[in-house]
């Protein structure tokens, strides 16, 4: 079967908005021919990839799957095609960044800020999710790179680099100023209400893990989806948590917060870029990927 990339171009914009006067839009068409090279497109592949709501079109199964790596076709072809066509100049394209929480937070903010300042044509997509979802996103070529959070298993077929060491405390609200002064079994913990991040991100495999290892187990009173989330609860009085010390200290310092000593060592964690090592990057994704690497601050705060 003869491959017409115009009809995937279309069902890409439809399948992103949803809509088919929205798609003939952004493609300088008309709703008739989107329409028209759907069905055509539909009848090429013998399945039925939309169906119409009242609010629009939704995907079916078999219209997920071809979105799905579609999707990252368009995506390489348009970062191709602004590379080539700006091949003399540097300070173009588009870099698909996967980042955690923590690493936002801690690193690429500031990162982020001074790459823009110094590259302000250059554009950046930031896909922020867990370290298992970032992961996916990797496998799947849905990123250029992630930077991602210890723990993580780890592939043969991915390069990583340590970018920022750092170790997180035990902190809790000014109601919790009773715990100060001495220092806790890791299992008097479950005496009080555990904040941290939920199932299926890094930080709880990690804690889960440094639990079982001191003979307790981990009893989360509050799960939350994002580390983004934890100071706010803990500063409200809602439980205590595991924290980066950087981000604490503001807060320790104005005495919103205060830090509950451990009589046992806290894991230290790092936060690392992953690359996929048989994927080449685009000219433009590979520039920020070299100024990350050249970042100093590799040093446990």
Known sequence: MDINFEYYKIFYYTAKYKNVTKAAAAL???????????????????????????????????????????????????????????????????????????????????????????????????????TPELLQFLNAGKIDFAVITTPFKTAKSYQYETLYNFREILVGGTQYDFLC???????????FSLIGLGRGTATYELYKDFFIEHDTDM????????????????????????????LALPLLKKKRLVQIQLNTKIPTRSIQIASDKNRRKSAAADFFYQSLKNINTNTTT
């Open 219 to 246: 009893e989360l009173d509050m799960e939350v989806a994002s580390s983004d989330l934890m100071l706010p609860l803990i500063q409200s009085n809602l439980g205590i948590g595991f924290v980066p010390e950087n």
């Open 181 to 191: 002064g001495k220092k806790l079994e890791l299992k008097e913990l479950k005496n």
């Open 28 to 130: 300088g068409s008309s709703q008739p021919n989107v329409t028209r090279i759907i069905k055509l497109l539909e009848s090429q592949l013998n399945c039925r990839l939309f169906i119409r709501e009242p609010r629009g079109l939704s995907l079916t199964e078999a219209g997920e799957k071809l979105y799905s790596h579609v999707e990252i076709a368009y995506k390489h072809f348009i970062n191709a095609q602004e590379e080539i066509s700006g091949q003399t100049d540097e300070e173009r394209g588009t870099i698909e960044l996967g980042a955690t929480e923590t690493a936002l937070h801690l690193l690429l903010l500031d990162a982020m800020r001074n790459f823009k300042t110094n590259h302000p044509k250059i554009r950046i997509k930031v896909h922020n999710y867990s």
